[in-house]
């Protein structure tokens, strides 16, 4: 049996999707405690053996669910070489990280183990169990591999209660930030330059900036200019909330222009001094969006991008 182009569209189809039901299951759990999203500063790996377990196992068992359906539709042609449907997704991975710039904060060694570990098995599964479709119909279960599956759940147990520091993670933050920084200054310093004189707050709006684009990366904001022309959404780099289709540049200057605005009210309205700018600049965020979290990551970002100012200026 070949392996033709329009198998490696079905399987190409099959990766995205499975880059969606990953990421969707990997929100849920993260909510429990359990799954580590890419956070711009969190520095301890917990619950290191599910993270990793998850990370390996989610697109091997994807592929096991999606190789029923294709036999219970007798669309038997494509599980020939099926297992590249999980490096499709890696690419696919990969790629986002590159193009939104988040390869910067990844601990790369855990990501390729991870990866090649996950194909491997991907593999293992596709030429003992995929191939035969006898395997999918159930036996008398064997009570050593009951006996097997107890000890690993038990190793499980006791792997998942380490957590790995990850020493290096604020230097990767603090790379990636510095490197959108200069970025976004080279593209948008004359916007911002026109809007305010104020070299703090135009750190805020380049602190705001990179926060807003790490969240909402090039690809997601396409999404958005679509759903736009439907309904009311945010759009653009600094997400402005409209029902218009606008550019990242036109964001940036309607952003820049509501920052000056509700720093210029907090300033006046609470009779604040420059003394205390981290905290004026802090309520400025949460005017900007009303979440804690939000801006203690701002403030964070805008600290990092202060002192890179100073030598780029």
Known sequence: MNYNAESCLVHVSFAVLYFFIVNLIGKHSSKLGEYEEITLFSQTNSYIAYNFVFRVAAPALCLILTA??????????????????????????????????????????????????????SLFIYEKILLDREYFYPTKSDIISEV???????????????????????????????????????????????ST?????????????????????????????FKVLFTESTVGVMQI???????????????????????????????????????????????????????SEVRRIYEIISTDSIFIS
């Not at 601990?107 to 090649?116: E, P």
């Not at 070299?199 to 396409?222: Q, T, V």
């Not at 905290?279 to 400025?284: F, I, M, P, S, T």
């Open 68 to 121: 029923l359906l294709l036999y219970h539709i007798n669309f038997d042609q494509y599980i020939f070489m099926m297992w590249t449907i999980v490096v499709y997704y890696y690419l696919i991975r990969i790629m986002l990280y590159y193009f939104t710039g988040k390869f910067r904060l990844l601990n790369w060694t855990f990501q390729l183990a991870v990866m090649i570990s996950s194909v491997l098995l």
């Open 148 to 194: 097997w599956l107890i000890v690993v759940l038990f190793i499980y147990s006791l792997l998942n209660k380490l957590q790995i520091s990850d020493k290096n993670n604020s230097a990767k933050a603090a790379s990636y930030i510095n490197f959108m920084h200069r970025k976004f200054r080279t593209k948008y310093k004359n916007i911002i330059d026109k």
């Open 197 to 225: 004189d104020h070299e703090h707050l135009k750190s805020l709006i380049y602190a705001i900036m990179i926060y807003e684009n790490f969240n909402r990366p090039f690809l997601f904001r396409l999404i958005e200019k």
């Open 241 to 295: 909330k409209t029902n218009k289709c606008i550019s990242d540049e036109t964001s940036v200057r309607i952003a820049a222009k509501m920052i000056v605005k509700i720093y210029n009210q907090i300033k006046n309205t609470q009779n604040c001094d420059e003394s205390d700018i981290n905290n004026l600049l802090y309520d400025v965020s949460m005017k900007y969006n009303p979440c804690s979290r939000y801006a």
